[in-house]
T-cell receptor
Framework: TQLLEQSPQFLSIQEGENLTVYCNSSSVFSSLQWYRQEPGEGPVLLVT?????EVKKLKRLTFQFGDARKDSSLHITAAQPGDTGLYLCAGKTGNTPLVFGKGTRLSVIA | NAGVTQTPKFQVLKTGQSMTLQCAQD?????MSWYRQDPGMGLRLIHY???????DQGEVPNGYNVSRSTTEDFPLRLLSAAPSQTSVYFC????????????FGNGTRLTVT
């Protein structure tokens, strides 16, 4: 079974601070996705990365896929209260179903 | 478009009762799946389907049945509910293709007493 370990599990920061969330595995993935989930709703896709070393930016969010395609990171610059939520990474290999990490719960305090 | 619609939003069952969680999507997605989400456990795959008439087990299939008679619908059946099945259940669908994103419904919160 492929496992995705996310860290930290919980993160509480002040508005304006920077943060990085990590997603690590011993398995190689053909693609990796990041989702954000808000209370009472289902997860929503933020980004998909498919190439080792790939970096994608989405406004203040920067996503990186490790060179070996075993890990990924999400960096948020100048966090805002609207960034509060559960961040989930999910990896896929071949035709196997998507595997999710346990998530990082982020709270940004105004 | 409505996307992925799940009903009911909340449900309380007694141990041993049966029920069906409904899931419908209007995006003509071939792939549909059911997850359960528990505190500290993330999203765990229960069952999935790559098309009408085809279903397969995920990580935690015991106690759940599924069928896929149409592209649009993918109901999840609990045959004899147990307290361990208390959870939030999410249905998700996507287009075929390795990097296609999953589109999730808003979940069904199930409590089994």
């Amino acid at each position: 079974t492929q496992l995705l370990e996310q860290s930290p599990q919980f993160l509480s920061i002040q508005e304006g601070e920077n943060l990085t969330v990590y997603c690590n595995s011993s398995s190689v993935f053909s693609s990796l996705q990041w989702y954000r989930q808000e209370p009472g709703e289902g997860p929503v896709l933020l980004v998909t990365v498919v190439t080792g070393g790939e970096v994608k930016k989405l406004k203040r969010l920067t996503f990186q896929f490790g060179d070996a395609r075993k890990d990924s990171s999400l960096h948020i610059t100048a966090a805002q209260p609207g960034d509060t939520g559960l961040y989930l990474c999910a990896g896929k290999t071949g035709n196997t179903p998507l595997v999710f990490g346990k998530g990082t719960r982020l709270s940004v305090i105004a | 478009n409505a996307g992925v619609t799940q009903t009911p939003k909340f449900q309380v069952l007694k141990t041993g009762q049966s029920m069906t969680l409904q899931c419908a999507q209007d995006m003509n997605h071939e792939y549909m799946s059911w997850y359960r989400q528990d505190p500290g456990m993330g999203l765990r795959l229960i069952h999935y389907s790559v098309g009408a008439g085809i279903t397969d087990q995920g990580e935690v299939p015991n106690g759940y049945n599924v069928s896929r008679s149409t592209t649009e619908d993918f109901p999840l059946r609990l045959l004899s509910a147990a307290p361990s099945q208390t959870s939030v259940y999410f249905c998700a669908s996507r287009q075929t293709g390795i990097v296609s994103p999953l589109h999730f419904g808003n979940g069904t919160r199930l409590t089994v007493t």
